[in-house]
RNA sequence: GGGUCGUUAACUCAGUCGGUAGAGUAUCUGCCUUUUAAGCAGAGAGUCGUUGGUUCGAGUCCAACACGACCCA
């Protein structure tokens, strides 16, 4: 067979030569007794060729990253999850059959090593291995030791090759587990309680988004995979949890780009006797903390330009933010017929039932958007884009609603709750009548909904933030699929080869 | 969906005017007991993304397709 495997037959070679000389290739019983990173500050620091004083014996376990002989000794880097240190093999120490077999181990290969601590020549903390065990055979060959891995093709489709030799992906994905965790945290502190609603949703319901459908076989029915927790996080709290949130994944069948894969995760949270003020304050206070946590500064750079996150942050109505960084003339905002002509104008395509508020959305999104670099909330969505959020008390024709955007994208939509049963039917009605084209959006009334409502929400503000986007501006990263450990992607051709293993 | 660019050894990349495939790392063999992108000497490794076409001859030119990146809708 051939191509794939001068590599595998190597390796497979060395793997049965270990086995011939009563090698454990998939050990089980090597314990490690410390992590890296323990032996790396230890105590007062060595000189050049001084042994650490008391002769301490360490025993740890990790992969070989980099391999330098010499014929009767051999440096080695082995790296565990906390860091990587220098193992020094030498025949007389480990003797002749130790060292022999050592002389098959391979890079790529889990192995555990026990000895003391001394400091080389050019002064590198080592071990000086006292023994060695082989725990994991590797088959394959990793990436080259000094350009790693730079296809963000391969990247993506093996992961845990990317891990294995590319700190900064390595980072970049501790990093997303720290942000969810301040999260977590900060919401936890503040009385909320975390909760899991249903992924496999009857009617797709709380966003304007084509669902995935599945099928549920025993009771013989559709399902959809959800678009949004939001209803079932409201009826939440008519039944009595006041403050909820949810940090899950929403499911959207719509196009791939950089910022949006089909699967991506959520946090949603709902606190009652609150507005959509205090979830702008909220969201000031909780992004602002958790980035200092992170970056120990507020001040951070995203793909070269600066973005300042220290609170307080800018406040625009959407008019503001038209005409004072759009330039339009705020008479001409007033006027519907002039707002839907503006937006024709700049190739806007609007469904006859459009009206007004849409078009300034949609005019919103073309002129402003992308020029919103320091985080800046929205204020005053017009009530036609927004089926679920309060109206204003002075002017029914926007609601109580706010977009958080940064860097240009939008990191956050929030809003006071409509709570008023009836107003709510009606909204749902209309959007429906008004998305009657789209058969991959189901508008369906959600009655059960409703009959919450019916039994009472108590006033309430929420709101939703895309985790993977906000792990992108914290992350530096310049796609959604840098911050998701296994971004979907189309199938890899099959081609003709076969691998040995599948051809067996 | 449209446009542009990319796909060559395990990895990172060259490949001129169309003339029979190159480097570094990695691997293998030999030497080497403090190296660290170890070193020295030698060797092996390729369906040039896939399928067609043009041509005496295609990694190179043309077309379609696949996958990816970027931009646009």
């Known amino acids: 067979m051939g191509t794939d495997n001068q590599f595998l037959a190597q390796r497979r070679e060395k793997a049965a030569a270990l086995a011939d000389l009563g090698v454990k290739l998939y050990a089980n019983s090597f314990q490690p007794r410390h992590r890296i990173a323990e032996l790396l500050p230890s105590g007062e620091p060595l000189q050049p060729e001084e042994k650490e004083a008391g002769g301490a014996v360490y025993r740890v376990a990790g992969r070989v990253m980099a391999m330098r002989k010499f014929?009767?000794?051999?440096?080695?880097?082995?790296?565990?999850?906390s860091a990587r240190i220098q193992v020094y093999v030498?025949?007389?120490?480990?003797?002749?059959?130790?060292?022999?077999?050592?002389?098959?181990?391979?890079?790529?290969?889990?192995?555990?090593?026990?000895?003391?601590?001394?400091?080389?020549?050019?002064?590198?903390?080592?071990?000086?291995?006292m023994a060695i065990a082989m725990i994991s055979k590797?088959?394959?060959?990793?990436?080259?030791?000094?350009?790693?891995?730079?296809?963000?093709?391969?990247?993506?489709?093996?992961?845990?090759?990317?891990?294995?030799?590319?700190?900064?992906?390595?980072?970049?994905?501790?990093?997303?587990?720290?942000?969810?965790?301040?999260?977590?945290?900060?919401?936890?502190?503040?009385?909320?309680?975390?909760?899991?609603?249903?992924?496999?949703?009857?009617?797709?319901?709380?966003?304007?988004?084509?669902?995935?459908?599945?099928?549920?076989n025993a009771l013989g029915m559709d399902l959809y995979l959800r678009v949004a927790p939001e209803l079932y996080l409201k009826r939440l709290l008519v039944g009595g949890f006041e403050r909820v949130f949810e940090i899950n994944r929403n499911f959207r069948n719509e196009g791939l780009s950089t910022r949006h894969n089909p699967e991506f995760t959520m946090l949603e949270f709902y606190q009652a006797y609150a507005t959509y003020e205090?979830?702008?304050?909220?969201?000031?206070?909780?992004?602002?903390?958790?980035?200092?946590?992170?970056?120990?500064?507020?001040?951070?750079?995203?793909?070269?330009?600066?973005?300042?996150?220290?609170?307080?942050?800018?406040?625009?109505?959407?008019?503001?933010?038209?005409?004072?960084?759009?330039g339009i003339e705020s008479s001409l905002l007033a006027d519907d017929q002039q707002v839907i002509e503006m937006a024709r104008q700049r190739g806007i395509k609007l469904e006859a039932q459009a009206g007004a508020g849409k078009a300034k959305t949609e005019l919103f999104e073309l002129l402003v958007e992308e020029q919103l670099i320091d985080p800046t909330f929205i204020t005053s969505y017009p009530t036609e884009v927004s089926p679920l959020a309060r109206r204003n008390e002075e002017n029914?024709?926007?609601?109580?609603?706010?977009?958080?955007?940064?860097?240009g994208r939008e990191i956050a939509n929030g809003f006071s709750e409509l709570n008023d049963p009836d107003d709510q039917r009606h909204r749902f009605e209309k959007q429906i009548a008004e998305r009657g084209e789209d058969e991959e959006i189901h508008p369906e009334l959600d009655t059960d909904y409703i009959r919450a409502l019916e039994y009472g929400m108590p006033s309430a503000a929420g709101e939703g933030i895309g985790i993977d986007r906000l792990v992108m501006l914290l992350t530096d990263?310049?796609?959604?699929?840098?911050?998701?450990?296994?971004?979907?992607?189309?199938?890899?051709?099959?081609?003709?080869v076969v691998d040995p293993e599948l051809d067996a």
């Open 71 to 81: 014929g009767k000794a051999a440096f080695f880097s082995l790296a565990d999850s």
């Open 90 to 129: 030498r025949k007389d120490t480990v003797g002749e059959e130790q060292f022999a077999i050592f002389g098959k181990w391979d890079i790529g290969d889990i192995v555990g090593a026990e000895g003391t601590l001394f400091k080389t020549k050019t002064g590198e903390l080592s071990i000086h291995a």
């Open 138 to 216: 590797s088959l394959r060959p990793l990436p080259e030791k000094w350009h790693g891995l730079t296809d963000v093709e391969t990247r993506y489709r093996r992961r845990y090759v990317d891990l294995i030799v590319t700190p900064e992906s390595r980072a970049t994905f501790r990093t997303r587990v720290q942000i969810i965790k301040l999260i977590r945290d900060f919401l936890s502190d503040r009385g909320f309680m975390e909760v899991e609603t249903p992924m496999m949703q009857p009617l797709p319901g709380g966003a304007t988004a084509k669902p995935f459908k599945t099928h549920h």
């Open 278 to 326: 205090d979830m702008m304050e909220l969201t000031e206070q909780m992004i602002s903390s958790v980035c200092r946590q992170v970056h120990a500064t507020m001040q951070i750079s995203y793909q070269g330009n600066p973005v300042n996150l220290a609170p307080p942050w800018r406040r625009l109505t959407m008019d503001q933010a038209l005409t004072e960084i759009a």
């Open 396 to 407: 029914p024709a926007v609601t109580d609603r706010f977009e958080l955007f940064i860097t």
């Open 477 to 496: 990263s310049p796609s959604i699929r840098d911050v998701i450990l296994f971004p979907h992607m189309k199938p890899e051709e099959r081609t003709a």
